[in-house]
């Protein structure tokens, strides 16, 4: 996956390992895109700036030990009304750790 190539002798990597890396770095962007929204989320909720904001969503995670991509997932979700019972679950285990004025629950359920 280096992009160099094999040497004479060297089996090909199987398809299934190309899938499974392919399915990560798919994965990898959807955490970046939410983590960016969240970003921007946090800090027109709070009046902060992006930097407080990472920083926040940073204590959030580390304070609720819940990782950073599953904090701003929730938060994304939560804000655009399609967060499901586990997110809410999850919301309500970190909204504590927010700022004082906490966070909105999102618009109501799609369906």
Known sequence: MSGMPLPPGEPAPQADALRDEVA?????VRS??????AIGLVSARFGCSTDQAW???LRVSQDSNTKVRTVARVLVATH????????RE??????HHLPAS???EGRPPRG
């Open 32 to 37: 970046q895109r939410d983590i960016g929204v």
């Open 90 to 95: 999850v919301l309500q285990s970190i909204v």
């Open 55 to 57: 920083r926040t969503m």
């Open 102 to 104: 906490g966070w909105p």
């Open 80 to 87: 655009d009304g399609t967060a499901d019972a586990e997110d």
């Open 24 to 28: 990560q770095l798919h994965e990898a």
